[in-house]
T-cell receptor, first 113, second 111 residues
Framework: DAMVIQNPRYQVTQFGKPVTLSCSQT?????MYWYQQKSSQAPKLLFH???????NEADTPDNFQSRRPNTSFCFLDIRSPGLGDAAMYLC????????????FGQGTRLTVV | GEDVEQSLFLSVREGDSSVINCTYT??????LYWYKQEPGAGLQLLTY?????DMKQDQRLTVLLNKKDKHLSLRIADTQTGDSAIYFC???????????FGAGTTVTVRA
């Protein structure tokens, strides 16, 4: 059974039109991450939540925001998508102690038209 | 990740062994991981090794860790076409829970 679920798998949005990607988990992990992955590159961490605490990476554009209403759900909001934001967006979860292996969802492929 | 380096491409014949190498810079790394990513999918954890171990074997996978040289390798025995994917090395530092990923090695298995 999938433990980290991302919806939708594919999302097409218009240039400048706000879009939200969602992620849910059944692992009860206290850390949830959002990564951006462009073609043939490593995943780039945008931000993460440790419980309710939001941690932004220094180089993440303001255009990207996130919400975590409860332990199970986390959302990625792109306020005004540009063509350069087309990418695979990966959600992951982990514990914060011991073996903090990250469990990834299947990703959402975002296309901006 | 700038702290984790991998060669970008590996081509291997079906049935041969594949060896994917990774170097890292953080000597305080506690756990080191290998992830596999197939086209259009998320990352799947293959295996991990704790920093006090030298080797870990799991079926066709063998992980070797050389802490002195900060070198990690993943050997896949009897490589199959289904092993074609991108393989990411990742490390976790002792005072952090986040993982730092390498750029990934694209493995192509040819018949």
């Amino acid at each position: 059974d999938a433990m980290v679920i991302q919806n939708p798998r594919y999302q097409v949005t218009q240039f400048g039109k706000p879009v939200t990607l969602s992620c849910s988990q059944t692992l009860n992990h206290n850390v949830m991450y959002w990564y951006q992955q462009k073609s043939s590159q490593a995943p780039k961490l945008l931000f993460h939540y440790y419980d309710k605490d939001f941690n932004n990476e220094a180089d993440t554009p303001d255009n990207f925001q996130s919400r975590r209403p409860n332990t199970s759900f986390c959302f990625l909001d792109i306020r005004s998508p540009g063509l350069g934001d087309a990418a695979m967006y990966l959600c992951a979860t982990s514990r914060a102690e011991g073996n903090t292996e990250a469990f990834f969802g299947q990703g959402t492929r975002l296309t901006v038209v | 990740g700038e702290d984790v380096e991998q060669s970008l491409f590996l081509s291997v014949r079906e049935g041969d062994s594949s060896v994917i190498n990774c170097t890292y810079t953080d000597s305080s790394s506690t756990y080191l991981y290998w992830y596999k990513q197939e086209p259009g999918a998320g990352l799947q954890l293959l295996t991990y090794i704790f920093s006090n171990m030298d080797m870990k074997q799991d079926q066709r996978l063998t992980v070797l860790l050389n802490k002195k040289d900060k070198h990690l390798s993943l050997r896949i025995a009897d490589t199959q076409t289904g092993d074609s994917a991108i393989y990411f090395c990742a490390e976790r530092a002792v005072n952090d829970y986040k993982l730092s990923f390498g750029a990934g090695t694209t493995v192509t298995v040819r018949a």
